[in-house]
Nanobody, 125 residues
Framework: QVQLVESGGGLVQAGDSLRLSCAASGRTFSSYTMGWFRQAPGKEREFVAAVAAITSSGSSTRYADSVKGRFTISRDNAKNTVYLQMNSLKPDDTAAYFC???????????????WGQGTQVTVSS
């Protein structure tokens, strides 16, 4: 069982930066892939980024094309926390952002078993 709590959302202007955090409970955090998804009103939940469990060779990441070069996902296993650094924010990034845990490095909602409650990000033009 993994419980996830997001924080760091807010109202910003286009071009600003924001860092989201997701704190996880449980001793098995390091073994999970952690992902970020977002959902805008009236739209389906979509993949944003994911970071795999850390191995001796590092940790793989995946990004949606819409955020590549602007967003960076990272994790700190000592703190049981995953981060999403969001730079050059656009109004289209406005959504509720959710973190989630999976056993594989995936980009689909169905592969993630545990979900947080979400944090709202609003980007004004």
């Amino acid at each position: 069982q993994v419980q996830l709590v997001e924080s760091g959302g807010g109202l910003v202007q286009a071009g600003d930066s924001l860092r989201l955090s997701c704190a996880a409970s449980g001793r098995t955090f390091s073994s999970y892939t952690m992902g970020w998804f977002r959902q805008a009103p009236g739209k389906e939940r979509e993949f944003v980024a994911a970071v795999a469990a850390i191995t001796s060779s590092g940790s793989s990441t995946r990004y949606a094309d819409s955020v590549k070069g602007r967003f960076t996902i990272s994790r700190d296993n000592a703190k049981n926390t995953v981060y999403l650094q969001m730079n050059s924010l656009k109004p289209d990034d406005t959504a509720a952002y959710f973190c989630a845990a999976s056993v594989i490095l995936a980009a689909t909602v169905y592969e993630y078993r545990y979900w947080g409650q979400g944090t709202q990000v609003t980007v004004s033009s």
